[in-house]
């Protein structure tokens, strides 16, 4: 019954490590997006995905790779982790690539640094 | 530079007044602008969507204004209740990029 789904909600990992997060949305939209909100609370865009093609890619570090596999999911990968990755991570989707329509977001995987 | 401003601290106010809050940009054209609603530990959840041509927009006990020439938007919610508590976040379109921009948002605490 989800719309939008992200697992795991909790990922906690030491430094260095690789990990993944997996997003699906059972909308039917055409765009997925993931978004990083740190500890301030402050909320940005990192990609976007339309029809399984990038359409939009921040200033992100390489070591963030996003993967969609159909225009279903979204999976977000990260090599390398670093202290600073620690936020939390948000997926989203809205119908259509243009910013005039609203967005469904996941509930978010908190990612913790030791 | 380019900002989205929207008050920082906290609005307390007593169930049943109205909430009004406060999305100011700068160095922003938006041709659209969203607000969303976040719960602690939630994602955001889409409230309204405005477009620039457009002075107010209503839903229920909430109400939209735009003011391009202010470069505000103002978000009002009437006969406020507990239930409304929350954070609210105003987002607009960058347009040249087509991306959204999101403000740091207010929280927003009614008490009985």
């Known amino acids: 019954d989800t719309a939008v789904s992200q697992t795991p909600k909790y990922l906690v990992t030491q430094m260095g490590n690789d990990k993944s997060i997996k997003c699906e949305q059972n909308?039917?939209?055409?765009?997925m997006y993931w978004y990083k909100q740190d500890s301030k609370k402050f909320l940005k865009i990192m990609f976007s995905y339309n029809n399984k093609e990038l359409i939009i890619n921040e200033t992100v570090p390489n070591r963030f790779s996003p993967k969609s596999p159909d225009k279903a999911h979204l999976n977000l990968h990260i090599n390398s982790l670093e202290l600073g990755d620690s936020a939390v991570y948000f997926c989203?989707?809205?119908?259509?690539?243009?910013?005039?329509?609203?967005?469904?977001f996941g509930d978010g995987t908190r990612l913790s640094i030791l | 530079s380019q900002k989205i401003e929207q008050n920082s601290e906290a609005l307390n106010i007593q169930e049943g007044k109205t909430a009004t809050l406060t999305c100011n940009y700068t160095n922003y054209s938006p041709a659209y602008l969203q607000w969303y609603r976040q719960d602690p530990g939630r994602g955001p959840v889409f409230l309204l969507l405005i477009r620039e041509n457009e002075k107010e927009k209503r839903k229920e006990r909430l109400k939209v204004t735009f003011d391009t020439t202010l470069k505000q938007s103002l978000f009002h919610i009437t006969a406020s209740q507990p239930a409304d508590s929350a954070t609210y976040l105003c987002a607009l379109t960058d347009g040249g990029t087509d991306k959204l921009i999101f403000g740091t948002g207010t929280r927003l605490q009614v008490f009985p």
């Open positions: 909308l039917g939209h055409d765009t």
């Open positions: 989203a989707s809205s119908r259509g690539d243009r910013v005039n329509q609203p967005q469904h």
